[in-house]
């Protein structure tokens, strides 16, 4: 989760949602390096949020597809604890004021 925590992740995440890109349309989006990319690249693939494979001399970078499922595997059970501790504080407050 913490991968992306910062805001050049978290655009280059974005970015990936669109399809597969290589390191240097990446970089032409975004007002970093292209060695910053790669290195953001790097946590991303590390946290298994992207996957990349070889195109002729290019290297496309895409969302990696199992990541992304268990990221909202994650965020539905938050969801969902969060939805409960809601109603048990509206029952609580409600029984209060009876």
């Known amino acids: 989760m913490g991968a992306l925590g910062d805001p050049t992740r978290r655009a280059i995440f974005e970015l990936l949602a669109d399809g597969p ?3 240097g349309e990446i970089a032409r989006e975004l007002p970093v390096t292209r060695p910053a ?4 690249l790097k946590v991303l693939k590390e946290a298994g ?3 990349d494979r070889q195109l002729g001399t ?3 970078y895409q969302l990696d597809p199992a990541g992304i499922g268990a990221l909202r595997a994650y965020f ?3 969801w969902t604890r969060a939805l409960m501790a809601f109603k048990d ?5 409600q029984k209060e004021e009876q």
């Open 37 to 40: 990319v790669s290195q953001h």
């Open 89 to 93: 504080a509206v029952e609580q407050t």
């Open 49 to 51: 949020l992207v996957i």
């Open 58 to 60: 290019k290297r496309l």
């Open 21 to 23: 890109r290589p390191v």
């Open 76 to 78: 539905d059970r938050f």
